[in-house]
């Protein structure tokens, strides 16, 4: 798995970001796409003490909210990066919503979508050493030391 270390947050190459919305979207094979929280919005969030998803068949449309989710220093939303309908949900973050901080980008997955307009939204996000370049900038930019993990992490080394 290609990825790059920026002081301790962990940017994937192969998924493709919406940098300032700290969300990620991975392609999957049956046409369908898996959206989740990046390392970054783990991080500035805090351990999460709560995550709620939309229901499985709500569309939405690329920015508007997938989920709610609330730490002890902040409650927010998690914009979608693509328009589509959800048809997924990950049901473990009812149980254990610090699974977005443990794993943010493998079992901390919020939710899977049927895309509808997909091609030209993955060309407004960023994949590979672009996105890896654009979150260096806006870390440098936020004055941000970098990420911090809670006991349990993927280490991805």
């Known amino acids: 798995m290609s990825h790059e270390n920026l002081n301790g947050c962990i ?9 300032a919305d700290n969300t990620w979207v991975k392609v999957n094979d049956d046409g369908t796409v898996t959206v989740g929280m ?10 999460i003490l709560h995550a709620r998803t939309k229901g499985v068949g709500t569309g939405r449309r690329k920015g508007k909210p997938i989920a ?8 927010g939303p998690v914009k979608s990066p693509i ?5 997924g949900v990950n049901e473990g973050l009812e149980a254990d919503a610090q699974l977005i901080n443990r794993s943010p980008y493998r079992n901390g997955w919020v939710v899977k979508m049927k895309p509808e307009n997909l091609d030209a939204e993955l060309a407004d996000l960023e994949t590979g050493d672009a996105a890896v370049a654009s979150y260096k900038a806006k870390m440098e930019n936020d004055n941000m030391a970098g990420c911090t993990h809670i006991e349990g992490s993927d280490t991805y080394e």
Do not use: F, R
């Open 11 to 19: 940017i994937l190459k192969d998924l493709h970001y919406s940098v």
């Open 38 to 47: 990046t390392d970054v919005a783990q991080n500035l969030a805090g351990p």
């Open 83 to 87: 328009s589509g309908e959800i048809v």
């Open 68 to 75: 709610t989710v609330e730490s002890g220093k902040w409650v």
